[in-house]
């Protein structure tokens, strides 16, 4: 793995725009979409994803049909949960193609026949590639779902599903609202320190308010159960409102980018 390469680089093609990982392209291709080059308008242009935020079904449904155009998927092997910011992680394969999985905020897999998609707005995805057992997992980490420790239950699950040792895992954190815009209350600081181990600093206080670095929350976490490997995407929902929805920026209306993972 080349320490030197940057932490995500830009990607287009099909009309739409994305980032990856660099680190990891064989045997498993993954993008971060943007909300660029979709049929939602408004101020829920252009690639939304969710289906709970008032936009027009045929634009999410062309949506969907776009990517799985760019990416060469048939919308049988796409698995995407209901998310509901906890600590479920469901292993799925390909009898779970085409379903959305209720209660849930991290799938798995080691099936090549299915893709994983998830939706964000701040939250931050939390990619994981195990290269040795040839398996992944994407999981929806905000700061309820970190205080509940949906990024721990997902390492637990490849350990108990895949035979993962946690030193072999690389894990990415995808785009996610970051430290200079997340002002939090003192309930979220004393939830996020109870998840955390000893003496990880996770926020920082400036004119007399908290802000939350979510990304080294979840860095925290994945170093204390053994993952060696954690490549942070460095990108910033909040402050590039051109390129992704972000709750907290667009005041709660906006849509939501996807986030995709498959192995190959």
């Not at 007399?208 to 925290?220: E, G």
Request: charged share 15%; proline share 6%.
């Amino acid at each position: 793995m080349n320490s030197l390469l940057p932490p995500v680089e830009r990607c287009q093609g099909a009309g739409l725009t994305w980032y990856r990982f660099p680190q990891i392209t064989d045997g498993v291709e993954h993008a971060l979409l943007t909300r660029l080059g979709g049929a939602s308008r408004g101020h829920l242009a252009e690639l939304n994803l969710g289906s709970t935020v008032g936009d027009d079904p045929a634009a999410v449904a062309e949506n969907y049909k776009r990517i799985c155009f760019a990416f060469d998927l048939q919308p049988e092997m796409v698995v995407t949960p209901f998310q509901v910011h906890g600590n479920h992680v469901v292993r799925v394969g390909p009898e779970e193609g085409g379903s959305v999985i209720q209660g849930t905020d991290a799938l798995i897999t080691d099936s090549p026949e299915v893709a994983l998609l998830m939706r964000f707005a701040d939250c931050a995805p939390v990619l994981f590639f195990d290269r040795v057992r040839h398996a992944v997992g994407l999981a929806h980490a905000g700061w309820r779902g970190v205080a509940a420790g949906v990024v721990t239950a997902t390492v637990q699950a490849m350990q108990a599903s895949f035979g993962t040792h946690p030193e072999d895992l690389w894990a990415g954190i995808g785009p996610a609202i970051g430290l200079r815009h997340y002002a939090v209350g003192t309930e979220v600081l004393v939830a996020i320190e109870a998840a955390v181990p000893p003496q990880t600093t996770f926020a920082e206080l400036r004119q007399n308010q908290w802000f939350l670095d979510l990304p080294a929350a979840i860095t925290a976490q994945l170093h204390a159960v053994g993952v060696i490997t954690v490549i942070p995407s460095q990108l910033d929902t909040a402050a590039r409102t051109d390129e992704w929805y972000s709750h907290r920026a667009e005041h709660g209306r906006t849509g939501r980018f996807g986030v995709l993972m498959r192995l190959r």
